[in-house]
């Protein structure tokens, strides 16, 4: 089988948008990437189901969110972008029952909601700015919206690496954000990103700055969420910079996969039935510099991550029973790429 895999990348050396790749099954191989957008720091994209593509974006001096509908089957063309002067979102996701769009914006510590309209367009609905910063760490000098994504019960979840808070927001149909509930990580954790567990009352979150996965229960009566366990990511000898990046758990919820930046590798942790505690199982290397992003394929038998600094991509192939993985081809040329989107 072929699979297609959108790469979101940084624009400022040789990369010029948008790239698509394509993911061999049965060869167990990745192909050439070829542009497929032409865009200005598409760093994060996301896809609707009606097949159009919703990235960050930077056009002039404003940044913010793009909407593209397809070219063809090669090709995207920009419908609309909705910005504002200063830097680009970081994060982009579809509310598909809502015909909402989401973005986080790291360097205003903003978080946005679109309508996106019958064309794909996209219109701006609302925006909540987080004025606190509360943490200890460099890097917490103001708030810094990193993660706006949908919880299982259709809230939206915001992940602020400076405020070390998630916060819980309640949705109206018109995109309306109203607040519903925060949660306050230990100082310094500064949370990035989190996905939630298949039972849908766990979900597990990323902190950057101290490299753990925090376990947390999530209520969906109220919209909390409390900590079960915080584990690291790094092994304990390890003293160089490292920083957390991206989060993935497998379709059954047996096993969970973290990319460390700096220490320039994948954990892996398998999870216990309830899905209330973590154990590192193991750390491979992802075969280049800052692996921003990574994924899994539609039947969670590969992982491809995507290593920044070194504009490559490796591919592993994943042991379903073990959750273990096994490198299989490095070195794939992917300019910048920070995000891998199966499509």
Known sequence: MLEKILLGTY???????????????????????????????????????????????EVGEEGGAGAFKPKDEQAFELLNAVTEQGAPHCYVAVDEDRQLMYGANYHRGMVYSHRILKDGSLELADRITHDEATGPHENQNNAHVHYTDLTPDNRLVVCDLGTDRVYTYDVAADGKLTEAAQYVAEPGTGPRHLVFHPNEKLAYMFGELDNTVTVLAYDAATGTFSQKQKVSTLPEDFTEFSGGAAIRISKDGRFLYASNRGHNSLAVYAVTEDGNHIELIQLISTEGDFPRDFDLNATDEYIVAANQNTDNLTLYRRDKETGLLTMIQKDVYAPECVCVYFK
């Not at 698509?20 to 865009?39: M, P, R, Y």
């Open 11 to 57: 624009t400022r050396r040789v990369s010029k948008g948008i790239h698509e790749i394509v993911l061999d099954t049965e060869k167990g191989e990745l192909s050439t990437a070829e542009l497929v957008a032409e865009a200005k720091g598409p760093t994060y994209v996301t896809l609707s189901k009606a097949g159009n593509l919703y990235s960050v974006i």
